[in-house]
Nanobody, 124 residues
Framework: QVQLVESGGGLVQPGGSLRLSCAASGSIGDIYTMGWYRQIPRKQRDLVAAITSAGNTNYADSVKGRFTISRDNAKNTVYLQMNILKPEDTAIYYC??????????????????WGQGTQVTVSS
């Protein structure tokens, strides 16, 4: 059983900051790429930022220079520092992890996991 639990969403004024956290727990082996996606009603879920286990990062053009993704491998946790927030950043933010998990005493399986989502609202 693997869980991704997000925290840190909320309401913030334009120009403000928020920090999202996502902790993975369970019978986890290795965690490869971790990322943050966001979704607004009736739209597809889009990549915001991703980070590999080696620390290589990738950002959507719309957040470059404002958002920073980081991870703590010892804690199986990924963070998203969001600065200079804009109303168009309003969305549900989802954490994603590509990882292996234990299915038997000696067997790991690789799969993709999602968190439950956390609402970020940027409004005055």
């Amino acid at each position: 059983q693997v869980q991704l639990v997000e925290s840190g969403g909320g309401l913030v004024q334009p120009g403000g900051s928020l920090r999202l956290s996502c902790a993975a727990s369970g019978s986890i082996g290795d965690i490869y790429t971790m990322g943050w996606y966001r979704q607004i009603p009736r739209k597809q879920r889009d990549l915001v930022a991703a980070i590999t286990s080696a620390g290589n990062t990738n950002y959507a053009d719309s957040v470059k220079g404002r958002f920073t993704i980081s991870r703590d491998n010892a804690k199986n946790t990924v963070y998203l520092q969001m600065n200079i927030l804009k109303p168009e950043d309003t969305a549900i933010y989802y954490c994603n992890a590509d990882l292996t998990y234990l299915t038997s005493p000696t067997t790991y399986r690789r799969s993709d996991y999602w968190g439950q989502g956390t609402q970020v609202t940027v409004s005055s």
